[in-house]
C-alpha cells in the first residue's frame, strides 16, 4: 500500500499560482498512475488531472485544461500539480491518488485509492 501525503495549498488570489506536491511512501510509486482530485465545499469529489506512471501520458478535465500541470519526479517519490490562472471556482480540498488497475486516462473515483488527507486551496475574488 502507497501512503501519500498532500501539501502545498493556502489562500491565493485570483489569477495568482500554487504548486502542490503528493510525497509518497511506502509500496513502489514508480510503478503506478497517479492523479489528483478535488472536492468543493457541498460537492462530490472530482477528477483534476492524471498522470501514467512513466509521466508521459497526461490527462486533464476541461475545467482545468490549460491552466493546470500535472507532473511527477519518481526518484523523489513526488508528484505535483502546478496550477495557474486560478479562479474562485477552483476552491476545494485536493487529494492526491494512486491508480492500482493500470487504467490508464480513467477519471473514476472508484479506480482510485490510497487517499492521502488533502490539502485546502481557497482562491479569492
Known amino acids: 500500500q502507497v501512503q501519500l501525503v498532500e501539501s502545498g495549498g493556502g489562500l491565493v488570489q485570483a489569477g495568482g499560482s500554487l504548486r502542490l506536491s503528493c510525497a509518497a511512501s511506502?509500496?513502489?510509486?514508480?510503478?503506478?498512475?497517479m492523479a489528483w482530485f478535488r472536492r468543493a465545499p457541498g460537492k462530490e469529489r472530482e477528477f483534476v488531472a492524471g498522470i501514467s506512471w512513466s509521466g508521459q501520458n497526461t490527462w486533464d478535465a476541461d475545467s482545468v485544461k490549460v491552466r493546470f500541470t500535472i507532473s511527477r519526479d519518481n526518484a523523489k517519490d513526488t508528484l505535483y500539480l502546478q496550477m495557474n490562472s486560478l479562479r474562485p471556482e477552483d476552491t476545494a480540498l485536493y487529494y492526491c491518488?494512486?491508480?492500482?488497475?493500470?487504467?490508464?486516462?480513467?477519471?473514476?473515483?472508484?479506480?482510485?485509492?490510497?487517499w492521502g488527507q488533502g490539502t485546502q486551496v481557497t482562491v479569492s475574488s
Open positions: 491518488a494512486v491508480e492500482y488497475l493500470g487504467r490508464l486516462g480513467t477519471t473514476q473515483t472508484s479506480d482510485f485509492g490510497a
Open positions: 511506502g509500496r513502489t510509486f514508480s510503478g503506478y498512475n
